[in-house]
């Protein structure tokens, strides 16, 4: 199978764009507005490259009825950086530990990922892609509302994060969509699904804002972002629907405003007056 080279650079241009635009929210705003942050972003370009890459309709459903159980593996992350600093603070401190935790948590990505993608692919021929999708949706909204619960405080914060760690989250996830891409191209739409949400936002925005701001403003940020991260899982199953009837780009306008209007924007609202 021919791969779309240009579908390949345009996705991950995009992605770089408009990943830097959404993580500097947090550092304006405070982490209370976490769940606004992970609305459906760089998963639209990826989408859109996706749908290029695949070879059917059947194959680009199968690879966006994957990507809710990655934002699932990114909920799991997002718990990472929740629950281990505090259980890490007394034996490491400053650099060590947010390299100790961003090392555990990226493993804890990598072992979700296997055991899942084991599990989905032993039930695809009994269990349609679509349920299981619906199913991972579902239950990362559960994890996200019981993160809600007790949450510390997000502040926002008060030192500027340096210009290169900015580009870097920018190139991250140009990386991390510019190869699902790839992989949808030769025929993994699958694997694809899941690399597209693979947390390399998460990740340098988390490191980056614990460097410049301490460890108050991401570990606040994690709880909305959690819940809000169901979004992108939400623009994934509209797009099922949207992308063979209205085609990548009129279909993409529909899933993201049907996502942002139905989800992301009543959580926002509902997350920050939890929070505040």
């Known amino acids: 199978m021919v791969v779309d080279v240009g579908a390949v650079l345009i996705s991950a241009i995009m992605a770089g764009a408009v990943a830097i635009a959404a993580t500097l929210v947090i550092e304006?705003?405070?982490g209370a507005l976490g769940s606004l942050v992970a609305i459906p972003t760089t998963i639209v370009p990826a989408a859109i490259g996706i749908w290029h890459g695949s070879s059917s309709v059947e194959a680009h459903a199968n690879a966006m009825s994957m990507v809710p159980i990655g934002m699932l593996l990114n909920i799991l992350f997002l718990g990472a950086w929740r629950v281990l600093p505090p259980r890490l603070e007394h034996r490491w401190s400053g650099g060590s530990l947010v390299t100790l935790v961003s090392i555990l948590s990226v493993g804890v990505w990598l072992v979700a990922a296997g055991i899942s993608t084991t599990i989905v692919s032993t039930t695809l021929t009994s269990i349609a892609p679509l349920w299981i999708g619906t199913f991972a949706t579902l239950l990362g909204f559960s994890i996200g509302l019981r993160?809600?619960?007790?949450?510390?405080?997000?502040?926002?914060?008060?030192?500027?994060?340096?210009?290169?760690?900015?580009?870097?989250?920018?190139?991250?996830a140009a990386t991390a969509i510019g190869l699902s891409v790839l992989?949808?191209?030769?025929?993994?739409?699958?694997?694809?699904?899941?690399?597209?949400?693979?947390?390399?936002?998460?990740?340098?925005?988390?490191?980056?804002?614990?460097?410049?701001?301490?460890?108050?403003?991401?570990?606040?940020?994690?709880?909305?972002?959690?819940?809000?991260?169901?979004?992108?899982?939400?623009?994934?199953?509209?797009?099922?629907?949207?992308?063979?009837?209205?085609?990548?780009?009129?279909?993409?306008?529909?899933?993201?405003?049907?996502?942002?209007?139905?989800?992301?924007?009543?959580?926002?609202?509902?997350?920050?007056?939890?929070?505040?």
Not at 150 to 171: E, K, T, Y
Not at 198 to 227: C, D, H
Not at 228 to 250: D, K
């Open 28 to 30: 304006r705003w405070g």
């Open 147 to 172: 993160a809600l619960k007790d949450p510390p405080d997000a502040p926002a914060g008060r030192n500027r994060v340096h210009p290169f760690s900015i580009l870097m989250r920018g190139v991250a």
């Open 183 to 276: 992989i949808a191209g030769m025929g993994l739409p699958f694997i694809s699904g899941v690399i597209s949400v693979f947390p390399a936002i998460f990740l340098t925005t988390m490191v980056s804002l614990w460097v410049a701001q301490g460890s108050e403003v991401p570990v606040g940020a994690t709880g909305p972002m959690m819940l809000g991260a169901t979004s992108v899982s939400v623009y994934s199953l509209i797009s099922i629907g949207s992308f063979p009837g209205y085609g990548p780009w009129i279909g993409s306008v529909i899933a993201w405003f049907g996502s942002v209007i139905l989800y992301s924007f009543p959580i926002g609202f509902w997350t920050n007056r939890q929070i505040s």
